[in-house]
């Protein structure tokens, strides 16, 4: 499971990318596309990158062009499936949600009845 900033992360890389196997960015390609709330240095932006190189969502590699640092990202099947997981994620939380409505409308049907009854 992700981290709120490695999702938020993540989800730019993803669209960066585009639908296509890879792309080369800027740090502050990704930066820009990251919500303003979310304050993400570039160092933690690293640190970030790295951990999802890891956790096999893509291959990184560090490159320079004309002194700006880059970033050539290549997404592995983790992170081609990315979307699906979190649609996936967000159709689980929102049946704990109704599961948890139906119990308590049901809890509440069956405190009347048996307030009626005694």
């Keep these: 499971m992700l981290s709120k900033n490695e999702n938020l992360v993540m989800a730019a890389v993803y669209s960066l990318c585009d639908g296509t196997d890879g792309c080369l960015v800027s740090p502050l390609d990704i930066m820009s596309v990251l919500p303003a709330k ?50 996936q994620r967000q159709r689980d939380i929102t049946f704990k949600i109704f599961l948890a409505f139906i119990g308590a409308f049901a809890t509440f049907i069956f405190g009347l009845i048996l307030k009626n009854i005694f």
Excluded at 49 to 62: E, M, N, V
């Design 38 to 87: 979310h304050k993400i240095t570039l160092q933690s932006l690293d640190d970030i990158l790295s951990a999802l190189r890891c956790d096999g969502y893509f291959d990184l590699i560090q490159s320079e062009r004309k002194g700006e640092k880059m970033y050539v990202i290549n997404l592995k099947e983790s992170g081609f499936a990315y979307k699906r997981t979190a649609k």
